[in-house]
């Protein structure tokens, strides 16, 4: 990326890195701020493939998936790379259109993908599948040598993940649990949810504990308010049914006027 950039002006090149920091630094916790720091880059250097490819990924990680895939259809034609196939076969499914994502798991650039390339064509494979109503052709799609290996690849959790999900959809509930097991096993860095979904299986319930006791303390405030606003009211009572009745003053009578005639 860094030689990319070299062939901007400088005090451009560093503005554009800026912005692609703040996307890789966003993109999980905050895609959309990831997505506006990308257009800045986009509107930068639309002639860097980085660029391109980075702006991609912000769409994709805010479901714009047409323009995902405009931008990594640009990275492609400009680097040359197939590593962009499977990432672009996803978001055909995004645009709800499985069953192009599934042609392109059938095209030669599948074979020029590193394993780490094919193992994700062949989940975006087995997700098409499943978007389509083909939950037994989804199983069958994971089947292969990487599900069976014991090693443990970075890829390896989401395809025992994904290949456990598959066979819950077709009603193998047992099989299910142990590939969730596995998956959990192979989860080192949290990329799953494995976890959840064994106790789920097994009908445990977990109960958020902050969030119990925000609700009791809601409760608890409530009812304290409530007791001091009735205090409050009896008070009021009490010292009105206390306070004497002030009589009204009595004016004087006035005296008698004089009798002229008797002066």
Not at 60 to 77: G, H, I, M, V, W
Request: aromatic share 4%; charged share 30%; net charge negative.
């Amino acid at each position: 990326m860094r030689q990319e950039l070299m062939s901007l002006p400088k005090g451009l090149a560093e503005e554009v890195a800026r912005n692609l920091v703040m996307v890789a630094n966003l993109l999980d916790e905050d895609p959309e701020q990831a997505y506006a720091y990308s257009r800045i880059a986009l509107r930068l250097a639309s002639r860097v493939a980085a660029v391109r490819e980075a702006a991609g990924f912000a769409s994709y990680a805010t479901a714009k998936y047409s323009e995902a895939l405009a931008e990594f259809r640009a990275a492609r034609r400009m680097t040359g790379s197939v590593e962009l196939w499977p990432v672009m076969a996803d978001c055909e499914r995004g645009m709800g259109r499985p069953e192009r994502a599934l042609a392109m798991a059938g095209e030669p650039e599948v074979n020029k993908l590193d394993k780490a390339g094919q193992v994700e064509m062949r989940l975006v494979a087995a997700g098409a599948r499943k978007d389509m109503g083909q939950a037994d052709a989804a199983v069958v799609t994971l089947q292969s040598p990487e599900l069976a290996s014991n090693s443990v690849q970075p890829w390896t959790a989401r395809l025992r993940y994904a290949y456990a999900d598959a066979l819950l959809d077709v009603g193998r509930e047992t099989e299910a649990r142990e590939w969730f097991a596995k998956a959990l096993e192979a989860d080192q860095g949290g990329q799953t949810d494995a976890s959840d979904r064994l106790a789920e299986l097994d009908g445990v319930e977990f109960t958020d504990a902050l969030v119990e006791s925000d609700d009791e303390a809601a409760e608890e405030t409530a009812t304290v308010e409530t007791a001091v606003e009735e205090a409050e009211v009896q008070a009021e009572v009490t010292e009105s049914a206390e306070k004497p009745v002030e009589k009204p003053a009595v004016e004087p009578a006035e005296a008698p006027k004089a009798d002229d005639d008797k002066s």
